[in-house]
Each structure stands twice: as C-alpha cells, then as structure tokens.
C-alpha cells in the first residue's frame, strides 16, 4: 500500500523551516526520502532502516518512529534549491520494492 | 548525474507499436529496478531484477510488458502493442550489492514515453 504524506504543498520563505511527514499502514523495514526536480529523475536523500540507523546527505535530517510506522524529514534554514516534490518510500524487506507516496510539493521563495 | 543512464530520453509511438528501453546500471550494483511515473505521480513498481534474475513484477503489469537483464548487466524494458495510456515516464534504478544493509536507489534520467 501505498504511504501517505502530508503536506501535499508547502511554500516557505528562504531560510524557513519545514517538516514533511509520511506514514505507512504496513510493517516497515526502511523509508526512503527523494526529491525530484520538475522533469528531472528523482535523487535520493535519505535512507532509514529498522533499528536506527540511516544514510544520507548531512545537511538533511530525518526520523522513523518504527512503532508508529511513521517517518518526518526535517528541512531547516531552507534555501531557494530545496524547491521540489519530496518523496517518501517504504520497503518492508532489506532488498524488497520500494512504494513510493505522490509527493510534497515544496516552494521555497525569496 | 547519478551514473546511470538511459536511453532513448525521448520516444514518441504510435499506437500498436512496440517500444523497448535500455538502462545501464551502475557497474557495480546488482540490483536493478523499473518504475513508471505519471503526472502528478510518485514513482510506481514495475519489476525488479537481482543480477539477471527477474525477483519480483508487479501485479499490476500487463503481460504486453516485458524486462529483461541477459548477464546481470544492462536491461531492457519492452512494451508491445502501446496504447495511449502507456504514456509516462519509464525510470530506472539501481542500488548496491554486498553486506551492506541499505539498499538505497540512483535513478536514471529516465525515457519518456508518448504514445499518439
């Protein structure tokens, strides 16, 4: 199934604070975190896995509450580069498919 | 630029016509995925290879699609007999092998694919 995120659309202004949530209503084993500039292929940010650890760009900071299935991807001291559509994924194996949610659409504005 | 590559970027067909892609993964990853991304869309599942095995396909696939990986290198994603609502973008991806407990994806540039 497919995970939900919220918010659908954010606009911030640069140097403002944001925090895109996604939750799953299945088990998870991992939560992957894109983002995808228009007509552009999505690049990965982050990965976190079941037990806490993670992997990803340093400037860029997440959760995963595994209980809750539920992760966060933290934005701070955003800058006009950030604008695009963030997605999360979920895998409920090590090397299984990963689903992806439809997106947050982030504007970051001067 | 991720380091993997696909090709053709662009392809536009009639309907009826078969269409087949490639993607090159990067060289040492050995598993590779293919997903379809529409409009508005996050990226959907289609098919995931592990070296040359075909692992897992979507329920959702129709049998006119078909992936191949001869020799767990490139891959190639045909579609036969396109119907209009095949129109999206074709990604693929590729993540990493060994011990290594994360499985994270590189995504390619992606075909784009418009059937008239």
């Known amino acids: 199934q497919q995970p939900v995120q919220s918010p659908q659309a954010v606009i911030l202004r640069e140097g403002e604070d944001a925090v895109i949530n996604c939750s799953s209503s299945?088990?998870?084993?991992?939560v992957h975190w894109y983002r995808q500039k228009h007509g552009e292929a999505p690049v990965f940010l982050m990965i976190?896995?079941?037990?806490?650890e993670q992997k990803g760009h340093e400037k860029i900071s997440a959760s995963f509450n595994e209980k809750k299935q539920q992760s966060s991807l933290y934005l701070t001291a955003s800058q006009l580069s950030y604008s695009g559509t963030y997605f999360c994924?979920?895998?409920?194996?090590?090397?299984?498919?990963?689903?992806f949610g439809i997106g947050t659409k982030l504007q970051v504005i001067p | 630029d991720t380091g993997v590559s696909q090709d053709p970027r662009h392809k536009i067909t009639k309907r009826g016509q078969n269409v087949t892609f490639r993607c090159d993964p990067i060289?040492?990853?050995?598993?590779l995925y293919w997903y379809r991304q529409t409009l508005g869309q996050g990226p959907e599942f289609l098919t995931y290879?592990?070296?040359?095995?075909?692992?897992?396909k979507s329920r959702l696939l129709s049998d006119r699609f078909s992936a191949e990986r001869p020799k767990g290198s490139f891959s190639t994603l045909e579609i036969q007999r396109t119907e209009q609502g095949d129109s999206a973008m074709y990604l693929c991806?590729?993540?990493?092998?060994?011990?290594?407990?994360?499985?994270?994806?590189?995504f390619g540039p992606g075909t784009r694919l418009t059937v008239l």
């Open positions: 299945k088990a998870l084993y991992s």
């Open positions: 976190l896995l079941k037990g806490g």
């Open positions: 290879f592990q070296n040359e095995a075909q692992l897992e």
């Open positions: 060289s040492e990853h050995n598993r």
């Open positions: 991806a590729s993540s990493g092998s060994g011990q290594s407990s994360y499985n994270e994806q590189f």
């Open positions: 994924g979920t895998a409920a194996g090590g090397y299984q498919k990963v689903t």
